[in-house]
């Protein structure tokens, strides 16, 4: 197997605060170590990219020192926490960006799907769109026409097809904007996280449409995912980005249980997750004590606060517990399932209880939901949590389900416990 790709010390740098590279004074002194011959001075400075962190200098490394190559029709997981710098990476090898130092070699052509509806005009058809984004990609008008029925088959938004994309759903933008790149036949394709906003069903097609291009044509596939599930299934090497720098690269499954073992710290999360009219605010795992050193004896409490400007009447406030890979265990909901009647302004906790010995030995990861059905959700995966659930004496994985009458389902228990505003 030949190299494809091979990223050389690629660092990228940005300014704090600023667009572009920061003051006219900065520009300047650029331009005078040039001419000098001599190293950009701003190239000795910059912090490490920790989003967690208080920012302390002016500039920032978003990537440093990054070095791997892929090999043709190699599946690369890019995995790590928000922040870490896999789409920034992503955008360097697309050629979006420049890095700052290093050197990027590629052979052959390369389809990106970054950003949901990136290269897209909302007033144009989905038709319309598909000749445009794949004029961009590099596709003739021949090659379009010559696959444009298999496109918009992929997709499945055929009855939509000649209606404006302004109307489309996140999801169908998703669609097509990968069916377009797919079906581009590259040697090197590139997705981000955005299938995450795609349905199940277009999951399952996408990331066979990825094994066929791989497996079956032998074209290269770069693909960052917080599902470990489908990184595994779908990618044979792996990188961990972690702050801006590349913590493992080598064989997938070394990568994924790197991640998740570094997950297992976090019990609480506080921040700002959603917009103007809903905000999660906190989240928290503990036992009845604390968060750490949870046991599959202990009751578990999931702690929710948020803040609303408005009144809300149908509004869904959830968690979702999942395997360390991924797959779901168990779903808490709170909604007009439990006779919620409306919720005035202000600010709310919400808790929800797992009873003992329902969760087994092993790690989990934990999203948080806030929405209104048919309409918007408003939190994403940046206040999620993992944890890591640890065996009390000789029960070690068993579960004891009959102990407990409340049980209702495995998918969908009624364990939530209280709302109260605070």
């Known amino acids: 197997m030949s190299v494809i790709l091979k990223a050389e010390n690629i660092s990228k740098q940005y300014r704090l605060g600023t667009v572009g590279t920061g003051t006219l004074s900065h520009d300047l002194n650029r331009w005078w170590h040039t001419i000098r011959g001599r190293e950009d001075p701003y190239l000795q400075v910059g912090g490490v990219n920790d989003r967690s962190a208080k920012a302390t200098e002016d500039y920032v490394w978003a990537l440093r020192n990054i070095n791997f190559e892929v090999q043709r029709g190699e599946v690369l997981g890019i995995i790590g926490k928000n922040g870490a710098g896999k789409s920034t990476l ?19 052509r390369i389809a990106s799907l970054l950003e949901i509806g990136t290269g897209f005009h909302p007033e144009l058809t989905g038709r319309e769109n598909i000749f445009m984004n794949g004029a961009v990609l590099g596709m ?81 596939v770069l693909f960052v995912s917080h599902n470990m599930s489908s990184i595994s ?36 999360w506080e921040g700002r997750d959603g917009d103007t009219e809903i905000q999660l605010l906190k ?28 009144e809300l009447k149908d509004i869904v406030i959830g968690v979702s517990i999942k395997s360390a890979t991924g797959n779901p265990i168990i779903g808490l909901l709170y909604n007009d399932y ?17 009873p003992p010995y329902h ?52 998918l969908r228990p009624n364990w939530f416990e209280k709302i109260e505003r605070l």
């Open 140 to 220: 003739t008008k021949s090659e379009i026409k010559a696959k444009l029925d298999e496109i918009i088959a992929f997709s499945g938004c055929e009855m939509y097809i000649d209606t404006p994309v302004k109307r489309y759903s996140s999801g169908m933008k998703v669609r097509l904007g990968f069916a377009v790149a797919a079906h581009l036949e590259p040697e090197i394709l590139v997705v981000d996280e955005v299938l995450a906003v795609g349905d199940a069903e277009f999951q399952k097609k996408a990331i066979g449409k990825m094994n066929q291009l791989s497996k079956g044509e032998g074209r290269t």
């Open 233 to 268: 299934s779908l990618c044979t090497k792996g990188i961990l980005l972690q702050n801006g720098q590349m913590n493992l690269a080598g064989n997938i499954n070394d990568v994924v249980n790197c991640y998740l073992s570094s997950n297992n710290a976090a019990a609480q």
């Open 359 to 410: 969760l087994a030995v092993g790690d989990y990861n934990s999203d948080f939901n806030l929405s209104l059905p048919n309409v918007k959700k408003y939190t994403s995966n940046i206040s999620s949590l993992s944890f890591k659930i640890s065996s009390e004496g000789s029960y070690g994985n068993r579960f004891f389900l009959d102990r407990h009458t409340e049980y209702s389902s495995l």
């Open 338 to 354: 439990n006779k919620m009647t409306g919720i005035k302004p202000g600010r709310y906790k919400v808790l929800f209880k797992v």
């Open 90 to 108: 992503l955008k360097l090898l697309s050629r979006v960006t420049s890095p700052t130092t290093g050197s990027i070699k590629t052979k052959g």
């Open 283 to 310: 989240t928290k795992i503990r036992n009845n004590t604390s968060g750490k050193n949870l046991k599959n004896s202990d009751t578990i409490w999931i702690e929710m606060e948020f803040l609303t400007v408005k």
